[in-house]
């Protein structure tokens, strides 16, 4: 027989539990600001690549030096390989044979010259890790 007395702990049981679970899969949010030479980078982007097999990874781009990835979108808790990348946004190259000048019959091209250092940025070996409870907050400072 049914006992309503029984029932009415595990329905709130079931109510409060089901309030508690992570609407974000255990993203967590990350910011930070980008430094280089000493002063904000204005335009960029900062990446973070999963290096302990995480499902997340992003690109962000920079806004007056900051960033800030939303919970939402953000970052599951591990390590991450990190790279920033920064245009000169005036000095055209040709991506594919650096000797010659950019783009198809020496026009133009819209990819520009990398301002950031290699090993901050196709070589980069910098590591961060986004912790499960605290701030994740990255200031970031390339000589």
């Not at 990348?85 to 044979?97: F, H, R, Y």
């Not at 133009?108 to 994740?136: C, F, H, M, Y």
Request: proline share 10%; aromatic share 8%; with cysteine.
């Amino acid at each position: 027989m049914f006992s309503f007395r029984g029932f009415v702990p595990l329905f709130v049981l079931i109510v409060f539990s089901a309030g508690c679970s992570d609407p974000h899969g255990g993203r967590k949010e990350i910011s930070g600001a980008v430094k280089f030479k000493g002063q904000p980078l204005k335009d960029g982007t900062v990446s973070f690549e999963p290096l302990d097999g995480q499902p997340t990874r992003a690109t962000v781009l920079l806004t007056a030096g900051d960033f800030t990835i939303p919970r939402p979108t953000g970052l599951v808790p591990g390590r991450y390989l990190l790279r920033v990348s920064a245009g000169d946004g005036k000095t055209a190259v040709n991506p594919v044979e650096a000797d010659k000048p950019p783009g198809p019959g020496g026009g133009t091209n819209i990819i520009s010259k990398e301002l950031i250092p290699a090993d901050w940025n196709v070589k980069s070996k910098q590591e961060r890790t986004v912790a499960a409870d605290g701030p994740n907050r990255f200031d970031i400072e390339i000589p």
